[in-house]
Each structure stands twice: as C-alpha cells, then as structure tokens.
C-alpha cells in the first residue's frame, strides 16, 4: 500500500509541477516537431508567413497557399493561429517528421467549422502514395452536435468531442502493430487493437508509411480536409510517451491553454486513473 501510494503522491507531484511551468515543454526526449504559436511566428500584416519548429529539427511550417491569420488573444489570453478551411494551411520542411511507427501526437486546437461537415485535420502526412497508412490527427463529422476525433484511420473516436468551437487538447499514442489510443483533454476516449499488415482499405488498421512529408492544417498533401479554427500548439514525439510523460504533457497543455476551473484536476485524475490500471494489470 505505502508503495502503491507513493507512486500516486509523484505522480501528482509531477503533474503540479508541469502546470506550475507552462512556459517550457516538460519532455524533450525524442521530440521532432514542437510548433507554438507564442513564439517562433513570421507575419507580414496579420497574415502568417512562417512558422518556426522549436524542437531544433528543421520542420519549420510555410504556407504556399492561403492566408492563414496570427489572432492575437485567441485562447486563454494567448495568441493562436486562424485557419479558413479553405486553402490554409503550411507545409513543412525536412521531409519526413517520424523516424519510427510509433508515435504520440499532441494538439491544441479550436474547430470552428460545421459541426457535421467533412474531415478536418491538424497534422497530417497523407500522400497519394499512403492514402490508408498515413498517420494524422485530426476532426471528422458528429451526431447532434459534436465532432468525431480521428488518429489515423485505424482509430475513430465518435462523438467524443461535445464543444469543438471551445479549446480542446487532443492526442494520440500509436504503438505500431499494436495499438492506438486516442485522448481529449487527459481523458482517454478510444482505443483501438493495430496490426502490421499492410494499411488498405479492408485494413485500416494496418502499418503506418512515415516516410512522406507533414502539413499543418491539410490532410497531407491532399487539396482538402483543411483545418477551420484555431490551432495554437502542436508537439510530435518518436515513439509512445510513457503514461508519466503523457500526463506531464498533457499538464502543461492543459495549464498553458484551458485553464479552466477544475480542467486540469479531471484530466489529471483521468491520466492517473488510466497509470494505476495499468500497472496493476501488469
């Protein structure tokens, strides 16, 4: 017991201190893109011309195509950049992003758009090449209101998301071959088993291709799908983050963007929860 509760004490230690430091992301280790729209962003007017990768890695975004916006106190005070869903969006340098098919994806985000209307992503590396292996985080169309969250198309949460139009933080941890989970706002809401079969259309849930380059606001290369909102913080790890560095994470996303009254309590018991099961079906 005195075990099973200092497990629990560090962990909530450590989840105070992600949201007492929400200027800086609390892990760095195997970090490929970290884009934040609090710094590192080019403007010419309001319009958005360039968007810097903090990770070091070169995958900085520009856009070749409409005019997406830097709004400032967009989000809990902080500045977030607007996307049209018509046209907006960036591209981004380097290449491929992931160097394993394992891998988390964090966002902040706001979804503006119809709330039944088509697919709209926040990251994306599809390619025609890769049409049902690419790996994405993104929206899809809802039931009475709310929004799909979709990580690949091996794994769709339905209905999940009830108030798109309010900051969310949404994201997923696939294992390759093994498993997808997908998260919104530290709450763990769907999972789904994966393979390592080639993705296809009777597979969805199949390998994921990483080798294509990543868009911002774009399924991938695809002229649609585009992003219709916010988008204010975007971080992507090689690997899956262990459940301690998926809460601290997502602690300080949630502190730095949604800070609302009891928020971070609900996602830190969620993400908490979600560690005490685990270890003790191990």
């Known amino acids: 017991m005195f075990r099973f509760t200092s497990r629990l004490t560090v962990c909530i230690l450590l989840l105070m201190?992600?949201?007492?430091s929400a200027s800086a992301v609390p892990v760095t280790t195997g970090l490929k893109l970290w884009l934040d729209a609090t710094n590192g962003v080019t403007t010419s007017g309001a319009t958005v011309t360039g968007w810097s990768d903090l990770s070091g890695?070169?995958?900085?975004?520009?856009y070749d195509s409409g005019a997406p916006q830097l709004v400032p106190g967009a989000i809990?005070?902080?500045?977030?950049?607007?996307?049209?869903?018509n046209g907006d969006h960036f591209a981004l340098a380097g290449g491929q992003v992931l160097s394993s098919d394992s891998f988390t994806?964090?966002?902040?985000?706001v979804d503006t758009g119809p709330e039944e209307g088509d697919a709209r992503e926040i990251y994306s590396n599809w390619d025609g090449a890769n049409s049902w292996p690419s790996q994405f985080l993104g929206t899809a169309f809802g039931d009475g209101g709310t929004r799909t969250i979709r990580f690949t198309d091996g794994l769709s949460a339905v209905d999940v998301l009830s108030t798109p139009g309010s900051p969310f933080v949404s994201y997923g941890v696939y294992v390759g071959g093994v498993n997808a989970d997908v998260y919104l706002d530290g709450v763990l809401v769907g999972s789904n088993p994966q393979n390592s079969d080639p993705a296809d259309a009777l597979?969805?849930?199949?390998?994921?291709?990483i080798t294509t380059p990543s868009f911002i606001g774009r399924q991938g290369s695809f002229d649609g799908e585009y992003w219709q909102g916010y988008i204010a913080e975007v971080l992507v790890y090689d690997g899956a983050l262990s459940s301690e560095d998926q809460?601290?994470?997502a602690a300080y996303l949630q502190?730095?963007?949604v800070p609302e009254p009891g928020s971070f309590l609900l996602a830190a018991v969620g993400i908490l929860g979600l560690l005490i099961y685990r270890r003790r079906s191990r």
């Open 17 to 20: 201190l992600a949201a007492s």
């Open 57 to 62: 890695n070169g995958h900085d975004g520009s």
């Open 76 to 85: 809990n005070g902080l500045p977030a950049i607007s996307f049209n869903g």
């Open 105 to 109: 994806v964090f966002a902040v985000a």
């Open 203 to 209: 597979n969805p849930n199949g390998q994921r291709d």
């Open 247 to 249: 809460a601290l994470v």
């Open 255 to 257: 502190t730095k963007w």
